[in-house]
T-cell receptor, first 114, second 116 residues
Framework: DAKTTQPPSMDCAEGRAANLPCNHS???????VYWYRQIHSQGPQYIIH???NNETNEMASLIITEDRKSSTLILPHATLRDTAVYYC???????????????FGQGTRLTINP | GAVVSQHPSWVICKSGTSVKIECRSL??????MFWYRQFPKQSLMLMAT?????????EQGVEKDKFLINHASLTLSTLTVTSAHPEDSSFYIC????????????FGPGTRLTVL
């Protein structure tokens, strides 16, 4: 079962920052937070992941609260091509049984408007 | 990121026939591969996990004799849907993971199966 809660949908204006929240209040110290997105009729695309520190890459930033019970994915300058379903997934760190499993919830359908 | 390919990208078959879907990791060795199924307007559901050279581990409710998985090499896994029926029509997606510090999974583009 998915261990995360996300809003079902969000809208954002093109060029603005898109902030996607995720609640993972039952996360354990051995679990990472991963973000993937799925554009219509394609396979999921890896975006970013983190354990407890904030992370940034060329696609997005990940802000994890100090208690690790929630996180926010930030797309700094959203474009129309960022319209997709965004999945926040909690997953065990390598070395734990079943560590590699990704359990997908319903995600957030993000629509970028022109 | 790493690249995973799937073949075919779409297939239409008659009820009762078998269909094989290939999943390849193109620029990394996937010690573990995963197969997912996604019905319209639903999320991805994990079907099975396969490790190179060993039997696949199926999720509860997935028939292992109907969905045959072979992971013969570090770059290739196949899913065969045997005696396909219309209810097997779905979007099948594979992913590959390599051992490592982050062990990130990378997904293929998916295969759309339509059973008539």
């Amino acid at each position: 079962d998915a261990k995360t809660t996300q809003p079902p949908s969000m809208d954002c204006a093109e060029g603005r920052a898109a902030n996607l929240p995720c609640n993972h209040s039952t996360i354990s110290g051995n679990e990472y937070v991963y973000w993937y997105r799925q554009i219509h009729s394609q396979g999921p695309q890896y975006i970013i992941h983190g354990l407890k520190n904030n992370e940034t890459n060329e696609m997005a930033s990940l802000i994890i609260t100090e208690d690790r019970k929630s996180s926010t994915l930030i797309l700094p300058h959203a474009t129309l091509r960022d319209t997709a379903v965004y999945y926040c997934i909690v997953r065990y760190r390598p070395g734990f049984q079943g560590a590699q499993k990704l359990v997908f919830g319903q995600g957030t359908r993000l629509t970028i408007n022109p | 990121g790493a690249v995973v390919s799937q073949h075919p990208s779409w297939v239409i078959c008659k009820s009762g026939t078998s269909v094989k879907i290939e999943c390849r990791s193109l620029d990394f060795q996937a010690t573990t591969m995963f197969w997912y199924r996604q019905f319209p307007k639903q999320s991805l559901m994990l079907m099975a996990t396969s490790n190179e050279g060993s039997k696949a581990t199926y999720e509860q409710g997935v028939e292992k004799d109907k969905f045959l998985i072979n992971h013969a090499s570090l770059t290739l896994s196949t899913l065969t849907v045997t005696s396909a029926h219309p209810e097997d029509s779905s979007f099948y997606i594979c992913s590959g993971g390599s051992s490592g510090a982050s062990d990130t999974q990378y997904f293929g583009p998916g295969t759309r199966l339509t059973v008539l």
